[in-house]
């Protein structure tokens, strides 16, 4: 049997960490402290696992962590800003383009499996938007 099609599976940790780097610099961008409370109810999970996680993205150099702050490090901010960034553009191809509403599983499927190359075309293919269907920002990292 001979199959033509590479087949990838990418690591529940990778997208764990770029779903709480996105959700960090959500809640940085709307100029609240990012708390364990408040990324646990945006991620809708438990206080006790973001906590897992910050000391997780701590050791690898992604915040700044203890019980009283949470700051992103430069090296979380840029990879927060990148994930951003590319749900916004799929949300500016699903609306401007595709002419549908925007489907977030199908963005948060999406947002972790796309190159830096291929954002940057695609960015590119809709002209550089600045601003997302909804009126957000659209990093420029």
Sequence with gaps: MTIDEKLFVGTALDEHVEMYLKAMWLIKENNEPIKVSTVANLLRIRQPSVVQMMKKLADMDYVNYNKFDITLTEKGEKLGASIVRKSRLLEVLMVNHLKVKPDEEIVCGMEHHMSDEFTNSL??????????????????V
């Design 123 to 140: 960015s590119s293919i809709l002209g550089n938007p600045t601003k997302s269907p909804n009126g957000k920002i659209i990093p420029d």
